[in-house]
């Protein structure tokens, strides 16, 4: 028999998300956070098979998940990501009713951190509000190069609070040398269980000189104290960054796929 749509409760949801904690940090995240909205398939006990964030982001995950289409297609999203079977499952779904891809992006590794690295020795702090007319241009950049979107061209004062709503929340962290960001880094998810990181990033004029793994040593170390894992995703193609994340002890644990609309 086909399983029915629902919307879950928050409950529901921790219970389905606690059995993949970095797959879905970022769906126990909003949920615990009262920020999204949700459907989901539950088995005849009530426990979740699939589950999906729809909003501006599809965020689907579990078995079944082309059961989601419709809502999916209702939902206006830019951007669907995800593990790759699960987004696969829906993508297939709803491919001819929502616009073909700006851009697809299989395969791209999860890493993952249990164990605290050694220390980097760099002066790398949490973002302060006297941060954010420098801070803004580089998540700017950074945004730009991992989606090709400038967000200062499309929504300069709404990417400007968000920014510093990141730091209002502490989830950015920088270190700064003469003016120069030699890294910054932000959260998208932090749970009890896994925190994962975003736009890792230095200047053009930091980069090449190993400053990005020792700071970025430093800031799974500081997250490690009070959270047992420390995850983020990569580009396939990104060799540079993926050879960052294994030098500082980090694991490929799964892949997502994302299709930017």
């Not at 995240?29 to 005849?44: E, H, I, M, S």
């Not at 929502?98 to 299989?106: F, G, I, M, Q």
Request: glycine share 8%; with cysteine; hydrophobic share 45%.
């Amino acid at each position: 028999m086909r399983s029915r749509v629902i919307e879950p409760t928050t409950e529901q949801i921790l219970r389905f998300c606690a059995a993949e904690p970095v797959e879905r940090v970022f769906l126990e995240d909003v949920a615990r956070r009262r920020r999204g909205r949700f459907a989901a398939l539950a088995d005849r006990e009530g426990e979740l098979t699939a589950l999906c964030h729809l909003g501006s982001n599809l965020v689907p995950s579990g078995v079944g998940c082309g059961a989601f289409a419709g809502l999916a297609v209702k939902a206006g999203a830019r951007m669907l990501i995800g593990e790759t079977g699960a987004v696969t499952d829906l993508w297939e779904a709803v491919r001819r009713k929502l616009p073909s891809p700006r851009l697809d992006r299989p395969g791209q590794p999860v890493y993952a951190i249990t164990e605290m690295p050694q220390e980097g020795g760099t002066n790398l702090r949490p973002a302060t509000p006297a941060d954010l007319d420098l801070l803004v241009p580089a998540c700017a950049a950074a945004h730009f190069e991992e989606i090709a979107v400038d967000p200062l061209r499309h929504d300069p004062g709404g990417f400007r609070r968000r920014t510093m709503a990141q730091i209002d929340e502490g989830r950015s962290w920088l270190w700064v040398e003469d003016g120069v960001i030699r890294f910054k880094a932000e959260v998208s998810a932090w749970t009890d269980t896994a925190v994962q990181l975003q736009q890792v990033w230095a200047d053009p004029p930091a980069r090449g000189q190993g400053y990005g793994a020792r700071a970025l040593r430093d800031l799974i170390r500081i997250l490690l104290v009070d959270t047992p894992i420390v995850c983020l995703f990569v580009r396939a193609e990104n060799a540079v960054a993926i050879l960052l994340y294994e030098s500082v002890g980090m694991s490929h644990v799964l892949d997502y796929r994302s299709i930017l609309l």
